[in-house]
């Protein structure tokens, strides 16, 4: 069923079918990713949100098969331009890392190699990705940081990774990471290790630059202001599954599944009398993770068929679905009244800190 959200994306990108990852610990097997179903379609910009632990990154990492031992891809499909990057071999899959999908991580200065400069790496991977002379490579690699605004970016490329600050350093990774051309870039949580002053400059830059090459972004981020201010479209996840997924305006202003609805009502709002709303229970041990829907301990729609059977993603409406029971045919969905409860500024004034913590 989950093909109805499929069929919504004309032109996707990538689509994540139906993906299963198992890390196998010393505690037991932690059942990472339970069925997860993403799509992307062309210029579309995706948010990929939840609390820690939900799965995010181990998604985005299985785009790229960056998946290591204990870790495994056990099951699924990630479908990129139609060509199943999971029937690749690892030499195929190399030819689409960097160039076709690059990946910008939270900490810029951990992915940067300390020991060579800046305007090295950035041009070694024009050198390696664009089949260019080093020479050329250089020369173009001063231009690129000049793009990424970096005030006199000569100087810049001399100087290693130690020497920038964070807001630069991703400034640099970005020229990095965008100088093959990329048709995605995953970004995960590409500005929660900056200073809030300068988190808007860089994923403006981000998504500017994304724009000019015609790229797609996957936004990992816990940040809804983030996701309001910047996604085309929002996938939310819990415990290793997609629950709901739509246009972004669609999702904050209209949540439905029973956890979305919990996190948005659970966001600080000086509007709102008394205490905070948490959901109740805790976040499940995905080494025993409850059967059927994942959240149903915590659900307050729960019902007994909802600890039976894992819910598809079911149509909402039109580009809008949930994995919930609630909107199965002849269901009714979620009570229109528990929408009153929901603070009234998430999508039309997006709060920065509007994070989505531990629900526990
Ligand atoms: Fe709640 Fe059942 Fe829907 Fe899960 S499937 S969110 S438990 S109503």
């Known amino acids: 069923m989950a093909e109805q959200m499929f069929d919504t994306v004309s032109s996707p990108i990538l689509e994540v079918r139906d993906l299963f990852v198992n890390f196998y610990t010393y505690r037991g097997v932690v059942r990472a990713l339970n069925g997860v179903n993403l799509t992307i379609g062309r210029g579309e910009i995706v ?6 632990g939900c ?8 785009v790229l098969r960056l998946i290591r031992y204990p870790g495994k891809i056990e099951g699924g499909q990630i479908l990129f331009e139609g060509q199943d990057l999971l029937a690749l071999s690892e030499r195929e899959m190399r030819e689409f890392r960097g160039r076709q999908i690059s990946m910008i991580m939270q900490e810029p200065k951990v992915s940067l190699n300390p020991a060579f400069t800046i305007g090295a790496q950035i041009a070694e991977s024009i050198a390696i990705h664009d089949y260019k002379p080093l020479d050329d490579a250089q020369t173009e690699a001063i231009e690129i940081l000049r793009t990424v605004r970096i005030a006199d970016p000569e100087q810049v490329a001399h100087q290693y990774p130690h020497e920038l600050s964070g807001g630069m350093a991703q400034r640099a990774m970005l020229a990095m990471m965008l100088a093959p051309r990329p048709k995605l870039l995953i970004a995960d949580e ?6 809030v002053t300068i988190q808007a400059q860089i994923l403006n830059l981000m998504t500017e630059l994304v724009e000019q090459i015609e790229a797609s972004i996957l936004l990992i981020t816990h940040d809804l202001g983030v996701v309001a201010e910047t996604c085309d479209k929002v996938a939310v996840m819990y415990a290793g599954n997609v629950v709901e997924y739509g246009t972004t305006e669609e999702v904050l202003t209209n949540p439905a599944h029973p956890y979305t609805r919990g996190l948005l009502r659970a966001l600080p709002n000086l509007a709102r009398q008394g205490p905070l709303y948490t959901i109740r229970g805790s976040v499940p041990d995905l080494v025993d993770p409850p059967a059927g829907c994942r959240f149903h301990p915590r659900c307050e729609y729960a019902m007994s068929e909802c600890a039976v059977e894992r819910p598809d993603l079911l149509t909402v409406k039109q580009g809008h679905f949930a994995a919930c029971v609630l909107y199965e045919e002849g269901r009714d969905g979620i009570p229109d009244a528990a929408h009153d409860e929901l603070p009234a500024n998430v999508w039309a004034n997006p709060d920065a800190s509007a994070t989505v913590g531990e629900q526990s």
């Not at 948010?47 to 820690?52: F, I, K, Q, R, Y």
């Not at 799965?55 to 299985?62: W, Y």
């Not at 590409?190 to 200073?195: E, F, G």
């Open 47 to 52: 948010g990929l949100v939840g609390e820690t």
């Open 55 to 62: 799965g995010k990154s181990v998604t985005a990492r299985s």
């Open 190 to 195: 590409p500005t929660s290790a900056l200073d």
